[in-house]
């Protein structure tokens, strides 16, 4: 009996350069979703490359400048709570205290307790906090929003938006469930 040949031709292989080329053929349905998260990885993680090189002098990284730049846009508004600073970074309550001691420590962030939660901390950006977001964005240290705002209208921003809500909602009540 003949021994069956199981090669077959073999499968083109594209390399994450392919993928991003210019007038490369469309992806399958199946590897679109996969292909759109990593480009919004890859995105965010270019963006934290960039903060970092601008805040490398400062001995801060791109975490704190996302809580210093935060807090900035609250001036003249009631303090942040560090829990609500928590929730917005997706940090643990460790990860968020250790960060707000490092930005107290030198002295670009104030603490204070809630008056209205006795468990609760209040904070704000310091005038050196504020001289320090000056900087970091006269470097090129600008915020995400700063960054990409040009790149797409209003109205595309607005469907990227909706796009992102709708992922993260389908995945978070496969996570409930």
Do not use: C, F
């Amino acid at each position: 009996m003949a021994e069956r040949s199981t090669a077959s031709a073999p499968m083109p292989v594209r390399d994450e350069a392919a993928l991003n080329a210019p007038g490369e053929l469309p992806l399958p349905v199946s590897a679109k979703p996969m292909a759109s998260m990593q480009q919004i990885v890859r995105a965010a993680a270019l963006l934290e490359t960039l903060t970092q090189r601008a805040v490398r002098d400062e001995r801060l990284n791109a975490g704190d400048m996302t809580v210093l730049y935060i807090l900035e846009r609250g001036v003249g508004e009631a303090p942040i709570r560090g829990v609500d600073l928590q929730r917005a970074l997706m940090n643990t309550s460790g990860a968020i205290t250790k960060r707000l001691d490092r930005l107290q420590a030198a002295s670009l962030v104030v603490r204070r307790p809630d008056p209205t939660d006795g468990r609760a901390v209040l904070v704000e950006i310091t005038p050196e906090g504020l001289a320090l977001t000056g900087r970091v964005r006269a470097a090129g240290g600008w915020t995400l929003s700063e960054r990409i705002s040009e790149t797409l209208s209003d109205a595309e921003w607005d469907v990227v938006h909706a796009l992102l809500e709708r992922i993260v909602g389908t995945l978070e009540r496969r996570l409930a469930s």
